[in-house]
């Protein structure tokens, strides 16, 4: 199959690459440019565990094509402690308990990374419907909302 | 020394009993974990299954010219090319065997039929879609009720005139095992004389534990060298390699088995899958290393599903609620193959804890397992082995003669407990229970609530015609398998093990058996170091899952790496520290006899200053030791435990069911575990939202459903209940501590109470809803809306 030249920025850096029309963006990202902290969990859309930020809105990224990313800004759990420190809601989620496997802990991250600027101030509900694209089996969830209530109070702070 | 400094020096441990951070967070929060799908080698080749369509039928030919045509496709393996090998089939950790690749037909929907190899994903994919199977179809057996029918199509072909699969003797071509446990006769007679009988048919249903990681694994076989390195999904990478030696004949030595991070098993990542198999045998075929991950459609109708457990129960009693004798009978739907994952001596797990938490004098259970046209299975969601199944017969069933009495629910587990004074306590199925407080711990939850403020509350909406259900549950599970005189998977005894050694410097690394999915083992193993050998936490690496470095274990399954490798790690340390005092006298010049221990060093008794700390003996033990003694300071154990351990607790659930649409609204969910001593607070009540959360999707939403032809309808997520944040109720969690005399440091083990506990809190409530609008029969799970809704219909509640 034919391949098309695609670049974008991912995690601040310039990459290239050339890609099938068919290839999805977080078979991409994996694959192609290394970056594994993004993770597959279902490939339909449904749990959240690929979440990546793209133009500044959340994305499952099994649901686009690479092609689509064409000339995007892309981030993904790579680039959160970009500065050098970690970001407010990676430091919350450790605090707090809020992972076990690790397994959907990038796109959770990733998503309330995107939720908090959506919405600095949230309710407990906020959170909860906020967040509900993103699927999670072993911590029932709790410790993740209490998590990024403590994320939410440090960012407003800031 | 004053208590201050002592104190003090404890808290610099981080050991039992504390709070402490994750040590796995840091690389999990950065993308830096490194799951199986992230392995990536050079040269490394994709597999891809080719599934059957059917649930049973014939397989005619196999076509694979064109998907052999495809460019970057490097070979397509079936049965007949693995057939020289003597791999098409394999033995299961029960007994039987299972085909890696259909050999002359198919046995279940999505069966394995083929394995395809190619430069890529997206390649193996097309080139799956191009292997041309010609099938003719067979008469299916999906309903275990009738598997045994005189005129029942066969399941499995290859096992006709062998009266063995695994567990006993066959008496008919789809049965598997009959077992059974207790006194059959004293039980019938105490049914016949009793006043009160109560029986209930009842399903738990067929479910999948669904990990968020799907099961994977990347094989790679070194021509040059002969060895074989597998990263893969395990919960039990040492059990694997000899499987993998077992079928392969490399010698165990050439094998290498990695389970690097493991994104949840729950059971999931005990068995050992075809797709496994496959990879291994590409990669030898064709000397590259080969990945195969299966997908999630994948992972939810072939890689092992939980429960399928039919039962029928029964409980004697007298006019007060003395519960005299419990009898249960099960038909177990194995699915084609008998792959559930027990030890290898028990076909139905530990079922036979169907007493419960309660002193029954007399009880029977008895299972007959059998073959249908379903995907094979069996495993323990996140529970003891059938332990789930037991519990929730036990506990519906109480309800229900406490219902038939007229009894409060509480008042009847109050009057029936087993006492704390009666432990050890012997139950009529033939455990000895280590130690339980089940009084104590239901009268608390009780006093938390105001139960009797929410049974008025419930009578006053009941008189409005609104339905509210109170579910209680108070479990007893039994984990920590176990004593090898009675357990072993396929010969090897379920001990576990700790391999420690203290560096020169002070620091130490530990390797043990086990192998965590999540349950956070690179902290809390350190912090049972921590407390027995005075090193801090923070400076004891801890490692699992290469089977290279780690001593032989049996993995992380059924709550056993509290009770056994937490055992094996705490017998370790112990045994250092005992070598440790020695070298302290020595260099005191005292005897040993003279020396106590204090925290993280040893003082001479009576003389508080005189002390070596551990850093000082760590280093000593590489330089100057007694006469006669070995330099160095590290030790392994391998710890066979002498019982099961019995965590238990008490659970209460209140909800409200909108009589209109069936919608269940969790209002509270009160969980009180004992799991004794505990190691780390923060992960136990982790694990507990964790095990609660999964018990509300089993009740409330999760099921494997076939149609009549056996076709799988509800394999992807837009099926599969898996509730998020929205649906998931708030937990509200309590504990007492009642050790556990047999372990070493008291503790039992805590991940999968809280799934075993509240899946029949959550269908007690319901069904409590219901009874109070004199709901005759029990209410089968799931309690989906849309069935909480027929159920509201033909009782004509929504009136």
Known sequence: MSKTHIQFKLNGSEVETLVEPRELLIHVIREQLGQTGSHIGCETSHCGACTVDLNGESLKSCTILAVQANGAEVATVEGLAASGELHAVQEAFMQEHGLQCGFCTPGMLMRSYRFLQENPNPTEEDIRQGMSGNLCRCTGYQNIVKAIQVAAVKLQAK | MSTATEDKREQELQGVGCSRKRKEDPRFIQGKGNYVDDVKLPGMLVGKVVRSPFAHAKIISINKEAALALPGVHAVLTADDLKPLGLHWMPTLAGDVCAVLADEKVSFQYQEVAFVIADNRYIAVDAADLVEVEYEELPVVVDPHHAMDADAAIVRDDLVGKDEAGGGARKHNNHIFNWNVGDKDATDRAFESADVTVKQDMINQRVHACPLETCGCVASFDKVKGDMTVYITSQAPHIVRTVITMLSGIPESKVRVISPDIGGGFGNKVGIYPGYVCAIVASIVLGRPVKWIEDRTENLSTTAFARDYHMEGELAADNEGNIKALRVNVLADHGAFNTHAQPTKWPAGMFG????????????????????????????????????????????????????????????????????EQFPYNSATGWEYDSGNYPAALKKVMEAVDYQGLRKEQAEKTARGELMGIGLCTFTEIVGAGPSKSCDILGVGMFDSAEIRIHPTGSAIARMGTKSQGQGHETTYAQIIATELGISSEEIQIEEGDTDTAPYGLGTYGSRTTPVGGAATVKAARKIREKARKIAAHLLEVSENDLEWDVNQFRVIGSPDQVKTMKEIAWAAY????????????????????????????????????????????????????????????????????????????????????????????????????????????????????PSPHHPMGAKGVAESPHVGSIPCFSNAINDAFMQFGAKTHIDMPHNAFRVWKTIKEMGLNK
């Open chain 2, 353 to 420: 804890i169907c007493t419960g938490s309660y002193d029954i004098p007399t009880a029977y259970a008895n299972v007959d397992g059998v073959f249908t046209n379903k995907a094979p299975g069996g495993v323990s969601y996140r529970c003891s082995f059938r332990v789930t199944e037991a519990v929730y017969v036990v506990e519906r069933m109480i309800d229900v003669l406490a219902q038939k009495l007229k009894m409060d629910p509480a008042e009847i587990r109050l009057k029936n407990f087993i006492q704390p």
């Open chain 2, 623 to 738: 330089n100057n030791v007694p006469d006669g003694m070995e330099m160095g300071l590290e030790a392994v154990d391998y710890y066979d435990p002498p019982n099961f351990t019995f965590p238990f607790g008490a659970y209460l659930c209140v909800l409200d069911i909108d009589r209109f649409t069936g919608v269940t609204a969790v209002r509270r969910f009160y969980a009180l575990d004992d799991c004794g001593t505990r190691i780390n607070p923060m992960i136990i009540e982790g694990q507990v939202h964790g095990g609660l959360n999964e018990g509300f999707a089993v009740s409330m939403g999760q099921e494997l459903p076939y149609d009549a032809e056996g076709n799988l309808s509800g394999n992807t997520f837009m099926d599969y209940f898996w509730p998020t944040m929205v649906e998931t109720p708030k937990w509200e969690l309590d504990y007492t501590v009642t």
